[in-house]
């Protein structure tokens, strides 16, 4: 039997800290931004206290923090960052260089809303900003999959060397506090090896890494042929499109070694008999439980279905959770500006040419820190439900949770 790690009471943050932290993260590269900024303060006093054998690194910007990261990474240590809104889009350029040089950094990304206007408070428009850089995006619903999630994170990089970008949303799990089982540091260990990096740093053994590709294969300087740049596209895209069974993989050992399975890309709950079923991701996903629970009680048979795995996008796995679904109504904290929420495009391009030809909804939620109240939720369901009764079955441009 595993030993059980004790229930400690903690805010997403320190969750976030204390999964680096069990990782045995070798290199921190810290950059101070709200919310996000107690995850490295809680890991410098680890280092400083002598419990965490790592380089803190206390850098200039965002992008050099995950410069660091990479910097580390190529020469074989386990490294980590965290990050929210802004500083999340300033490490757009090296978000595509580490996931380019395919390496296996894990990043917490504390969910912020983006400006203009300024804005300290959570939606989720800063990672589904950034879902094109090649990273795999893990989303919790809570302080507990956040510790569990970013050790997991660790095994699913350096498996497919592919990085991870683990998302809660800032202050709803960030700074609230939540009874967390914290395993103990040697099942972990058993969990979670040593990093054997792909890269290697040899003066004996001098190489090259990311060089100057050009668009057609070539020979190198001993004969062999090597890749073009479209080439190493595919191989990424590649890596991206069959990491879903590594991370059901890992889940599931997960589960076998801390009693916690996450032998899935979603979570779901109630979807036997649900021909309405609410989509959501992150924390809103456990608003969206309670408002089934109302709909529900009023006869309704809803179902949810929250989106853990955001990239790759789980598209066989949601195709089959809303098979029996005849309106789906998604609920996005981000906006695709002049089209609709991100999810909701993933959910539609997902079901296209499938046998499925239900209704879809879609309400943007939450912006900016707006509160999501589940009888919002409730309302939004009774709506979407009203109207297909008209036989209205298309919209062109998602409704709008707000008071305008």
């Given at each position: 039997?595993?030993?059980?790690?004790?229930?400690?009471?903690?805010?997403?943050?320190?969750?976030?800290?204390?999964?680096?932290?069990?990782?045995?993260?070798?290199?921190?590269?810290?950059?101070?931004?709200?919310?996000?900024?107690?995850?490295?303060?809680?890991?410098?006093?680890?280092?400083?206290?002598?419990?965490?054998?790592?380089?803190?690194?206390?850098?200039?910007?965002?992008?050099?923090?995950?410069?660091?990261?990479?910097?580390?990474?190529?020469?074989?240590?386990?490294?980590?960052?965290?990050?929210?809104?802004?500083?999340?889009?300033?490490?757009?350029?090296?978000?595509?260089?580490?996931?380019?040089?395919?390496?296996?950094?894990?990043?917490?990304?504390?969910?912020?809303?983006?400006?203009?206007?300024?804005?300290?408070?959570?939606?989720?428009?800063?990672?589904?900003?950034?879902?094109?850089?090649?990273?795999?995006?893990?989303?919790?619903?809570?302080?507990?999959?956040?510790?569990?999630?970013?050790?997991?994170?660790?095994?699913?990089?350096?498996?497919?060397?592919?990085?991870?970008?683990?998302?809660?949303?800032?202050?709803?799990?960030?700074?609230?506090?939540?009874?967390?089982?914290?395993?103990?540091?040697?099942?972990?260990?058993?969990?979670?090896?040593?990093?054997?990096?792909?890269?290697?740093?040899?003066?004996?053994?001098?190489?090259?890494?990311?060089?100057?590709?050009?668009?057609?294969?070539?020979?190198?300087?001993?004969?062999?042929?090597?890749?073009?740049?479209?080439?190493?596209?595919?191989?990424?895209?590649?890596?991206?499109?069959?990491?879903?069974?590594?991370?059901?993989?890992?889940?599931?050992?997960?589960?076998?070694?801390?009693?916690?399975?996450?032998?899935?890309?979603?979570?779901?709950?109630?979807?036997?008999?649900?021909?309405?079923?609410?989509?959501?991701?992150?924390?809103?996903?456990?608003?969206?439980?309670?408002?089934?629970?109302?709909?529900?009680?009023?006869?309704?048979?809803?179902?949810?279905?929250?989106?853990?795995?955001?990239?790759?996008?789980?598209?066989?796995?949601?195709?089959?959770?809303?098979?029996?679904?005849?309106?789906?109504?998604?609920?996005?904290?981000?906006?695709?500006?002049?089209?609709?929420?991100?999810?909701?495009?993933?959910?539609?391009?997902?079901?296209?040419?499938?046998?499925?030809?239900?209704?879809?909804?879609?309400?943007?939620?939450?912006?900016?820190?707006?509160?999501v109240k589940a009888r919002e939720l409730v309302d939004a369901v009774n709506r979407s439900l009203a109207s297909v009764k008209e036989g209205d079955l298309?919209?062109?441009?998602?409704?709008?949770?707000?008071?305008?």
């Amino acid at each position: 039997m595993a030993k059980r790690g004790g229930i400690r009471i903690l805010d997403g943050n320190h969750a976030a800290a204390q999964g680096a932290k069990l990782s045995r993260v070798q290199v921190i590269a810290a950059y101070p931004i709200t919310p996000q900024s107690p995850v490295t303060e809680r890991l410098s006093e680890f280092v400083e206290k002598g419990e965490l054998d790592a380089q803190y690194v206390a850098v200039e910007s965002e992008h050099s923090a995950l410069a660091v990261c990479t910097s580390a990474s190529t020469v074989g240590a386990r490294t980590f960052t965290a990050t929210s809104s802004h500083g999340l889009a300033y490490m757009h350029e090296m978000l595509h260089w580490a996931a380019g040089a395919r390496l296996p950094v894990v990043l917490a990304c504390v969910n912020r809303a983006i400006g203009a206007p300024w804005n300290v408070l959570n939606d989720q428009q800063d990672s589904v900003s950034q879902r094109d850089t090649g990273w795999i995006q893990i989303y919790a619903r809570n302080n507990q999959e956040i510790l569990d999630s970013i050790i997991q994170a660790y095994k699913i990089a350096e498996s497919v060397y592919v990085p991870v970008m683990v998302c809660y949303d800032g202050f709803v799990l960030s700074h609230t506090e939540m009874p967390v089982n914290v395993p103990s540091q040697e099942d972990v260990d058993r969990f979670l090896p040593p990093y054997t990096p792909h890269t290697i740093l040899d003066p004996a053994n001098p190489r090259n890494y990311n060089l100057v590709t050009f668009a057609n294969p070539r020979v190198n300087a001993e004969g062999v042929l090597c890749h073009g740049y479209m080439e190493l596209r595919y191989l990424l895209q590649e890596a991206l499109q069959n990491s879903r069974e590594t991370i059901i993989k890992v889940g599931q050992e997960f589960g076998e070694v801390f009693g916690r399975s996450y032998s899935n890309t979603l979570w779901t709950d109630r979807l036997d008999d649900a021909d309405t079923i609410i989509v959501a991701m992150g924390s809103l996903v456990m608003e969206a439980t309670v408002a089934a629970d109302t709909l529900r009680e009023a006869g309704h048979k809803v179902g949810v279905l929250g989106l853990r795995v955001f990239r790759p996008f789980p598209k066989a796995d949601v195709v089959k959770a809303l098979e029996k679904s005849r309106l789906i109504v998604v609920f996005d904290k981000n906006i695709s500006y002049g089209l609709e929420g991100a999810t909701c495009s993933e959910i539609k391009s997902a079901l296209y040419g499938s046998s499925l030809r239900a209704a879809i909804r879609n309400f943007i939620v939450g912006l900016g820190g707006r509160d999501v109240k589940a009888r919002e939720l409730v309302d939004a369901v009774n709506r979407s439900l009203a109207s297909v009764k008209e036989g209205d079955l298309t919209r062109e441009y998602p409704e709008w949770i707000c008071a305008i």
